[in-house]
C-alpha cells in the first residue's frame, strides 16, 4: 500500500480505535464482512479500474480529480471518478449497486445518510483495508469519533466541515458596523440585520439555505441533541425534541427575522442561490459550508466587497461546538483481496497529510490530520488566510458531547424533508410556533416509527 507520508511512526489503527474513547454503540447497525467472503457474487462496475462514485463539482471537484491523477502516477493502480451530481445521487445510485451486485468500489456518502448505507449490512469497515501501521492517531479525534462505531472505524473521513458565518464587512462599514466584531448570537444578528435594512445597505441581513444541517447546527452549539437516544448514537431514536427553549428560540427568532424582512428565504436546500444573495450584496451575511471559503473569497472579489467569516451565532452566547458535516468514503463489502488492497491503497493516500493540505486549501474543507494542521501553521498559511482557519478552530474549540454527533439515523433523508419542510410553515407564520413544534415533532416520531418498526 502506498505510504502515509509526513515521517511519523504509525500507531496501530485497532489499539488507537479501540482506546480512544469515542466509539459508538448503536444497536441497529450490522457492520458487514470483516472479511470479503460474505460477498462471492460481488463485481466492480470496472474490473480495470477503481471505480469511485462522488459528489464534487465545480472548483472542489477539480481538485479531487488532481489528486486522483497523482495517485495514479504514485501507485499505476487506475482510478476513474464518476460525478453523481449530488449527494442524493451518489445515495440512490449506491443504494442500487449494492442490491444489484455491481458496485463501484468506493463511494462518497454524505454523513447524513451513513446510518442507511450501514444498515444495508453491505459494507466493508474501512479500518479492514488500512495497513496495521497506518496513523490512525493522527485523525482529529472529533471527526472520526462520528465514524466510528462499535470500536470500528467504518467509513474514511475525508471531505468534512460545519457550519459558519460568513459576512460582507464592505457592507457592514457603510451600515455603521464594526466589521472587527461580527454578531455571535440570534439576538446580535438580528440587530445587524436591523441596521443594515434601515441604512438601506443591503435588502436583508441573513440568508441561508433552508436545510436541516443549519437546524442540526443550533442544536448542537447550544448543546441539545434534535433527537433522542443521543441523535441515534445511543440506540434507536424515537421522536425530536422540540419541548426546549432551544427550539422555541430557533423559531421564534427565525420567524421575527422573516416576518421584518430581514431574512432572504432562497429556498429549501437551496445552497447555490443563497450563496448568489450574498454575493450579489442583497443580504450581507450568510450561514453556509466552510467548504465554500474558497468560492465566497473569490466571488467576494469579483463583486467588489471584503468579505469575513466567523463561528456560527449562539442561541444565548452559550456555546458547545458545532456538529460534523461533509462526507466520507464507503466500500462494499465482498470484494477480492487484491482489489481491497488497491482500494486501501486509495483511501490512504487520501488521507495522508500532503493529501489532506492539497484538499483544504484548494476547497476549504478542513483538514482532518493533527500533522496537516501543524504543517500549515508551520508554513503560516492561517496567518496569511485566516479565512480558512475559522471552522476549524470552531471545531477543535469545541466540547465534545453527545449533541456535538450528528444524527446518525437510517431515515435521515425522510427526517430531513419532514423538517425543512414544516420549518417553512413556522418561519412564515402558516402555524404559530407552538402548533408548529407540536406537528414536527409528531411527524419526525412517524417517520422514525415507520423505519424502525
Known sequence: MVQSGGGYDGVSRRSVLKASGTALTVGTVGLAGCSSSSGASVRPVNEDSLTIWHAMGGTNGETLQGLVDQFQSETDINANLVFQDSYEGVLTNTLSA????????VFQIDSLFAQQVLDTDAVEPVENLLSDNYPVDDFLSNVTS????????????????????????????EAGLDPDSPPTTLEE?????????DEGVTEAGLTWPNHVWFVEHFYSVDGQTLLDAENGHAGQPTTMQTDNSTARSLYEWWHEMADNGLFSNPGIEAWGEATSTFLTGKAAMLMTSTASVTGIRSGAEENGFEVDNAFYPTIDGDRTGPVIGGASWFVPSGLPQERQDDIGSFLEFMGRPESQITWHKGTGYYPIRQSAVEQLEN???????????????????????????????????????????????????????????????????????????
Open 98 to 105: 449494492l442490491d444489484s451486485g455491481e458496485v463501484p468500489d
Open 146 to 173: 462520528f465514524f466510528t462505531i462499535d470500536d470500528t472505524l467504518t467509513s474514511m473521513p475525508f471531505n468534512n466541515s460545519n457550519a459558519i458565518l460568513y459576512y460582507n464587512r464592505s457592507a457592514f462599514k
Open 189 to 197: 444578528v438580528r440587530s445587524y440585520s436591523q441596521t443594515l435594512v
Open 379 to 453: 508554513d503560516g498559511w492561517f496567518a496569511e488566510n485566516p479565512m480558512y482557519r475559522t471552522a476549524f478552530d470552531q471545531l477543535t474549540q469545541a466540547e465534545s458531547t453527545p449533541a456535538t454527533k450528528r444524527m446518525l439515523i437510517g431515515p435521515a433523508r425522510q427526517v430531513q424533508t419532514t423538517i425543512q419542510d414544516m420549518s417553512v410553515e413556522l418561519f412564515s407564520g402558516d402555524v404559530s410556533v407552538d402548533e408548529g413544534l407540536s406537528e414536527l415533532k409528531s411527524a419526525v416520531e412517524d417517520e422514525l416509527d415507520r423505519y424502525y418498526s
